[in-house]
């Protein structure tokens, strides 16, 4: 094989290597491209590769040592025609899906169609941990535990969990915030089948049809021991009228139930739309013969039904749970079932999932139950498998999620609308950070959008996560993006005011200028500072495209792409040309320049977008100009 077509090859390779290291890599791990080399030895048939890794080599961390492996090991691939490995290399890697839990069959083939998908089910806590940090994204449902522990072992690879499903209790939502974790769910699909269900075990209570199925294959006939309730005519109380709670109130309706509902959140219009009245819990719990319980297990809702609130039923009443084991305290239940407040009792599941063997709950002859089967009908389960493999897919492509449980959730006109000035956003935060003087520790930013729009017409969470992620990511490690924005301003001491502003523009335009000021810093470029002594910088979206607009109290006209250099100097005639001069020896392209004075002959400030990084010596000969009086480097 010609060498000129392996040492292609070979530069392609290192570039996908190098592109690998960037994702497999931990983010405290030092940046992959400028600490990890591939030296291409040609030969005649295959391409073969030094690895030369030093600064890794006393580091015993378990995912450095993994990613050094795979490199080492796929840098011997042997190739004869370098067609398909360039195109191979300029398509990404594809990301790792790990599904914990049984997915419905539609929904795995999507997840296949886009990632590697690792179907392990049953693992233990080590198991799962000890999997995690090869994987961009985790499928579950409600068997398994994604605590603080997953988050952490995943060593910030992991980027999204989706839960197929509604409930998310089983999901450390808070961990998964900090750790800059997205979390989706499928909370529309399985609906219907947590109605039916409930629906379901309301009848078969009412008619003992489970205890009278178990007496007769065990050879009895016991007409008179099974006699029932009829649900005609009795008032059944709905706690929490969300998704399923509002299908069971219209089944219930149907079967000549009187329905009332008791949700602190939902709106009366809904409710009376299907012929139910909303009431106060102990109103609800105090006038129903039957209790469907239908709210989501959260703090509040924890042990809502104890010793208190079976007291105050009407005796006889009967329980129906298909929401979450954790909304009662199962001891409480079976001493209102042992006493006869509580008739029987109807549950799907439980507060350990499965309960102890001798739970007396469970073994209770008032209760019938299964094994946390509400959303288990084949056509909710390929509904919730294709629902969150297309939120997870999504996720991981960079959309934003529609099912969101701890991110904004940005509908996708408004995020199109947006793109640019996301983009805008992020690097007026980054050069703001730049132009502080080391030593100054920053604590308050503050963000002033002008608009035309109406304050409520203009969506600023994105916005705001983008400046902060400019602000935090060039000064630390941590990796900021819409989820843990708010959260790792906070952690950092960052306070984060925004003012809208209105100004008489087209509305058309979601933003017509972005400022970001920092007060209470020094600059290491006296002119950024504005006329009340904050780091000030201005940016507009022109033509689809970031521009800088101002800086301090000068107005500029700078895109910003490239690099940037900032310079103060006596407004005089020839600068331009000398400035550009000394980039232009440096083989420095100038992408743009615009000079901003606050009176003629006076004070200037010269912005210039650059290409390429110019070295010290460059910087130097810019700054030893006799009339420039300050620059800086700004990266963006
Ligand atoms: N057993 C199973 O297999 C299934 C269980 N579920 C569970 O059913 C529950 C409901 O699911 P969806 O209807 O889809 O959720 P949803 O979010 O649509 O409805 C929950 C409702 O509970 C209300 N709520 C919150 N706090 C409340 C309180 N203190 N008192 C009364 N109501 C309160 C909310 O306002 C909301 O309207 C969830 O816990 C979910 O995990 C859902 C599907 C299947
Ligand atoms: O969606 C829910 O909240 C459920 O409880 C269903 O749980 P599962 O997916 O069947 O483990």
């Not at 077509?5 to 405290?28: E, G, N, R, V």
């Not at 090991?73 to 025609?81: L, Q, R």
């Not at 609800?284 to 010793?307: G, Q």
């Not at 969101?404 to 199109?416: D, F, G, K, L, T």
């Amino acid at each position: 094989m010609a060498s000129s077509a392996t040492a292609a090859a070979a530069a392609f390779i290192s570039t996908k290597l190098i592109t690998q290291q960037s994702s497999d890599l931990p983010p405290s791990s030092p940046t992959p491209t400028n600490k990890l080399s591939f030296l291409p030895t040609p030969s005649n048939n295959s391409a073969s590769f030094k690895l030369l890794y030093a600064p890794y080599r006393n580091r015993s961390s378990p995912p450095v040592l993994n990613v050094l492996k795979t490199a080492v090991e796929s840098a011997s691939i042997s190739f004869s025609d370098p067609t398909p490995l360039r195109d191979s290399i300029l398509t990404p890697p594809k990301p790792t899906i790990l599904v914990s839990e049984k997915l419905g069959e539609a929904g795995l083939q999507l997840l296949r169609t886009f990632a590697n998908v690792d179907c392990s089910y049953n693992l233990s806590p080590d198991d799962l941990c000890a999997k995690i940090s090869l994987c961009d994204a985790l499928i579950v449902r409600s068997g398994t535990k994604v605590t603080r522990q997953v988050f952490q072992a995943a060593q910030g690879r992991l980027k999204v969990v989706g839960r197929a499903g509604v409930g998310i209790d089983n999901v450390d939502l808070q961990a998964a915030t900090e750790f800059g974790c997205l979390v989706v769910n499928a909370p529309t699909a399985n609906t219907i089948a947590a109605a039916e269900h409930a629906i379901a075990l309301l009848a078969s209570m009412a008619r003992n049809v489970p205890q009278a199925d178990a007496s007769m294959k065990a050879g009895k006939w016991q007409r008179n021991k099974y006699v029932g309730v009829s649900l005609v005519g009795k008032t059944l109380a709905v706690m929490g009228f969300g998704k399923v709670g509002s299908e069971v109130a219209r089944r219930a309706k149907g079967l000549g139930m009187n329905v009332i509902a008791h949700d602190p959140y939902a709106p009366a219009d809904r409710a009376r739309a299907i012929g139910v009245d909303l009431v106060s819990f102990d109103e609800a719990i105090s006038t129903a013969d039957f209790i469907s319980l239908h709210m989501p297990l959260t703090p509040a809702t924890s042990k809502i039904f104890n010793d208190e609130t079976f007291s105050k039923m009407k005796k006889g009443a009967r329980i129906i749970n298909v929401a979450r084991g954790g909304v009662i305290d199962e001891d409480a239940l079976v001493r209102a079932l042992d006493s006869g407040t509580v008739a029987q009792a109807a549950l799907d599941v439980f507060t350990e999932e499965p309960p102890p063997k001798d739970s007396k709950l469970v073994q209770h002859e008032n209760v019938i139950v299964t094994p946390h089967l509400g959303a288990s009908t084949k056509e909710a389960q390929e509904g919730v498998a294709v629902e969150i493999a297309e939120a997870v897919v999504g996720a991981l492509k960079g959309e934003l999620a529609a099912t969101a449980v701890n991110a904004p959730m940005v509908p996708a006109e408004v995020m199109s609308e947006l793109a640019p000035y996301v983009v805008l956003a992020e690097k007026l935060g980054r050069l703001a950070v730049q132009l502080v003087a080391g030593g100054s520790g920053i604590q308050s930013v503050k963000v002033v959008y002008r608009s035309a729009r109406d304050p409520d017409n203009l969506d600023t969470r994105l916005l705001r996560a983008m400046i902060v992620k400019g602000i935090i990511e060039p000064i630390s490690i941590s990796f900021v993006n819409l989820v843990n924005a708010d959260f790792t301003a906070k952690q950092k001491g960052l306070r984060i005011s925004e003012e809208r502003v209105f100004v008489d523009s087209s509305p058309e335009y979601p933003v017509d200028s972005i400022q970001v000021q920092i007060s209470n810093v020094q600059s290491k470029f006296a002119s950024a500072l504005s006329e009340t002594g904050n780091i000030s910088i201005d940016g507009k979206v022109k033509y689809g495209i970031p521009h800088l607009t101002g800086v301090g109290s000068f107005s500029v006209d700078v895109s910003l792409e490239g690099n940037l250099i900032l310079c103060r100097q006596v407004d005089q005639p020839g600068m331009i040309g000398r400035v550009g001069n000394i980039l232009g020896e440096s083989n420095v392209n100038v992408s743009f320049m615009s000079v901003g004075r606050t009176a003629k002959r006076i004070k200037a400030i010269m912005a210039i977008g650059v290409d390429e990084e110019p070295d010290k010596d460059t910087l130097k000969k810019v700054g030893e100009v006799p009339a420039v009086e300050e620059f800086v480097f700004l990266e963006l």
